[in-house]
């Protein structure tokens, strides 16, 4: 009696077995009339780089992409520093520099003497530069530009500084290139570069190699890649 119930349980344990072997292929085993499934992307396709495989047991997950570069900050407004109220003396010696008319030597001690009295005021020194670049006394501009951008950082946001410095060195080398590239990175830095680039196609243009030499140069300074 125990020996026949011992073998029913053998069987029923077999049988058991067999049974749950069969769902298990049933359910997970491919069926012979369900296509095949495509293959996903692949990583070439969707640019998200290519899919290591994982090891058994693990999921494989696709590299994650690399977060886009900042964008450049937006360069500074420019600025009118003659916009305000100021003295006659100023008022009548800018007129006159934007009208191209040279400075007698009584407005330029009147400048001198107001920028004397006013380290950070930087309008006497930027119309000294300004007269400077009209009677081509470049490197003369070149030192006022620098007084006044050290009087009061916004002197750069003034156009007219970037684009005489990058006149200066497109026509210069020796004192009054070294000069105005120390003011470039000073002033400027990396914000010139777009202006450099402008000038060296403005330059290419009137077929002066020499200049577009020099701004090159000028360009490399402040990137610190020569070439």
Not at 77 to 83: G, I, N, Q, S
Not at 143 to 170: E, F, G, H, N, W
């Amino acid at each position: 009696m125990a020996a026949s119930e011992s073998r029913g349980l053998v069987l029923s344990s077999v049988a058991l077995a067999l049974f749950a072997g069969a769902m298990f292929w049933a359910l997970q085993g491919p069926a012979d009339d369900v296509p095949e499934p495509k293959p996903a992307a692949s990583a070439q396709d969707d640019g998200a780089g290519p899919i290591a495989a994982a090891p058994p047991g693990q999921v494989a997950h696709a590299k994650p992409e690399a977060a886009p570069a900042p964008a450049p900050a937006p360069a500074a407004p420019a600025v009118d520093l003659f916009a305000g109220e100021m003295p006659d003396f100023l008022a009548n010696a800018h007129a006159r520099v934007l009208d191209k008319k040279p400075l007698g030597a009584p407005d330029q001690k009147k400048l001198y003497d107001f920028g004397k009295a006013n380290p950070n005021d930087a309008r006497p020194q930027l119309l000294l530069a300004w007269d400077s670049m009209n009677r081509e006394w470049d490197g003369i501009a070149v030192r006022m530009y620098r007084i006044a951008y050290r009087a009061d950082p916004r002197t750069k946001q003034d156009p007219s500084m970037l684009r005489d410095l990058l006149q200066v060195a497109s026509t210069h080398d020796r004192v009054e290139y070294r000069e105005t590239t120390e003011i470039v990175r000073e002033a400027f830095g990396g914000e010139a570069l777009d202006a450099i680039t402008e000038k060296i196609a403005e330059v290419q243009s009137r077929g002066d190699a020499k200049g577009v030499e020099r701004l090159e140069r000028l360009r490399d300074a402040i990137t610190g890649q020569p070439k």
